[in-house]
């Protein structure tokens, strides 16, 4: 490469249930540029790609483009890259997302499909809250609960490549129905739509309540409410708080890996969430494997999964 011509960019996507984010980096990893907008996640599959195509397009301009990294919610076949089931994008459900890509860009840049979760594992391991770890296991709390296992740098993603999802690891056995159809999942007791079902249960079991005069109905609003000293609202939140340090100390013992880093919307809800599940893992895991797995917040917030998405092309 001659001196005068430009380095090149990586572009990072992470297309979630709500939000498409893009972010153009240097081939060091260094940010550049970021959009976030919504992801159409209720439209038909070419929408959400015109839509991510003409914000990816607009992010690159005239520059160089080295590679591209996507993030979904979703299972990936990282053979094919297609998405083999999105429950929360579910028009992208058996779409050729990469190979998509892929074309639309010219067929000559690599292009690198993971899911989401592990993407934000990737993120917050060599560019956030991991950066100090061995091990390091991500637990994203938002709308849905996902889990991305990294090891020595590299993802661990098991057999067949889907592994690490922690939100359908068994909590409660005789808990709530999961959205992929098992009972008492992380993901059922613990996630931002679980939250909005109890939530709902309760307006319409109790129209007097404060949680049933909340408008509009969010996690967010819940915390706010328990904040303000609702009992019912904190209730749901000490609930939610037990089963997540019911599931890290199932993590902590289980692999005992060197730091638990806990990210997403969820989070916002501070002691709320995390007091009752200190409790819970303090109780509920080894003294030995407590003691030397830490438990922290991400650092890179929601920009993690564009930033890991593009981990693979800097190396470790
Ligand atoms: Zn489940």
Known sequence: MGGEEPDG???GID??????KAARFSPEGAREAAENTASQASGDAEDIFSALYAHAAALIGGSHLLGIGVGVAGLIDSGSGRILNSPNIPALSG????DRVREAFGGEIPVLMMNDANAAALGEYFAGAGKSCSSMFLLTLGTGIGGGFVIDGNLWTGAAGVGAEAGHMCVRADGPLCRCGARGCLEACVSGWALMRDADQIAKRDPESAIAGMSPRTP??????????DRQARTLWEN???MLGTGIANLMNLLNPDCIVLTGGLGEAGALLLKPARRAWESQAFKETRASTSVKPGVLGEWAGVRGAIQPFLGK
Do not use: I, K, Y
């Not at 297309?15 to 498409?20: A, I, N, V, W």
């Not at 779409?95 to 990469?98: K, N, S, Y």
């Not at 967010?220 to 000293?229: K, S, V, Y």
């Open 9 to 11: 960019v990586f572009l």
């Open 15 to 20: 297309l979630g249930g709500s939000q498409l």
């Open 95 to 98: 779409f050729p997302l990469r």
């Open 220 to 229: 967010l609003a819940l915390a706010e409410l328990a904040t303000a000293g």
């Open 240 to 242: 939610a708080g037990a």
